[in-house]
């Protein structure tokens, strides 16, 4: 009799925990829809003051348009997922434990150029994989479109380019791992750990707005993810990240640097070619050293406190919700610049 009510209690027990992880992925899947929504009214919202700025500096325009980006982009979307998961009180007083500093700081932080490897060495191949797809199309295709960089638009104002570095070094690393690494991960993380770290590195991939960026930032994700439970702190992958774009904002001003000389200075041509290799050469480094990690990181395990339920399932379950399924057409409208706007506003 014992066993039979054991079983029934642990079945219910399961069902309840099922119940709670589907809610999770309504959760999750309305706030990315919130965030797609947020980004398309960013776009809109700049493209509209763009044309009621006549007259306006320079320098108040971008300052204004920053505000318009982090509050649409990164604040509105944030707040309503920390209100969805309650995350005001869950984190209330321990805002020191999520960030404090690992034990094995200098280990964590050793991780980096296999982290930077694995990254860039996805964005190699696909810039190989859509050089392939240009020569046996033949011309443009939209693949090769979809899968081209995102560049920034060219600029000299000094005060435009700080505040893009702003946003790559600060506003980006602190909130979008407090976002994806924190709330989503801790919301996550009570169904499988491993799981908690696939999906929060999808929607991180995806908050990035294309293809090309997609699959180095879901790499980017799955280390970050990775460090995050090794140290149970935000604070070293916080800083990673901050690296990782510091690298690209560099890369910015000295591209912003070359621009503002004419193309014409010989000493900031070379530091540019300088650092591009030194680029290539870390890259390079950082691929041998990720594969020489390999056979670790397979021996590597990972808390699953819910094995009742099989990963494959769990992934199913995620993708397989409404809003999730939404949240991916809305992510695709980005991916192809608003394609679904365009469909219904004509």
């Not at 006549?54 to 325009?61: A, E, K, P, R, V």
């Not at 509050?71 to 944030?78: A, Q, T």
């Not at 995350?87 to 034990?103: A, D, N, Q």
């Amino acid at each position: 009799m014992n066993d039979v009510e054991n079983t029934e209690k642990q079945e219910q027990s399961n069902e309840s925990k099922l119940q709670a992880y589907n809610t999770v992925c309504v959760k999750l899947g309305l706030s990315m829809c919130v965030y797609f929504i947020c980004r398309y009214l960013s776009a809109r919202a700049v493209d509209m003051f763009g044309k009621m700025s006549d007259g306006m500096s320079q320098t108040l325009y971008h300052l204004i348009y920053t505000l318009i980006v982090i509050m649409l982009v990164y604040i509105i979307p944030i707040l309503f997922t920390a209100v969805m998961f309650n995350s005001f009180s869950v984190y209330k007083g321990k805002f020191k434990i999520l960030y404090k500093r690992p034990r094995r700081l200098a280990r964590a932080f050793g991780t980096f150029p296999a982290m930077f490897g694995l990254g860039h060495g996805i964005v190699l191949l696909t810039l190989l994989v859509s050089y392939l797809l240009s020569k046996v199309l033949g011309g443009q295709t939209l693949i090769e479109d979809l899968l081209r960089p995102t560049t920034f638009e060219p600029t000299t104002n000094i005060v435009a380019i700080l505040m893009m570095v702003f946003l790559l070094i600060v506003i980006a690393p602190v909130l979008e791992e407090f976002w994806t690494r924190g709330i989503m991960y801790d919301a996550l993380k009570p169904f499988g750990t491993g799981m908690a770290i696939l999906i929060s590195s999808i929607l991180f991939g995806l908050m990035h707005g294309s293809l090309y960026m997609l699959f180095y930032t879901t790499a980017y994700g799955l280390t970050l993810g990775y460090i995050r439970y090794a140290t149970g702190s935000l604070f070293t992958v916080t800083i990673l990240h901050a690296i990782v774009n510091s690298i690209g904002a560099v890369a910015l001003l000295l591209s912003t640097l070359v621009q503002i000389t004419n193309e014409e200075n010989r000493i900031i041509n070379t530091v540019n070619m300088i650092y591009i290799i030194a680029v290539l050469v870390l890259i390079i480094i950082g691929i041998v050293v990720f594969i020489t990690k390999i056979p670790a990181i397979r021996k590597y395990k990972i808390e699953n406190s819910w094995t009742e339920v099989k990963p494959g399932k769990k992934a199913a379950l995620f993708f397989l919700s409404i809003p999730v399924i939404i949240m991916l057409v809305l992510a695709f409208n980005e991916i192809t610049r608003y394609w679904l706007a365009d469909l219904l506003l004509g």
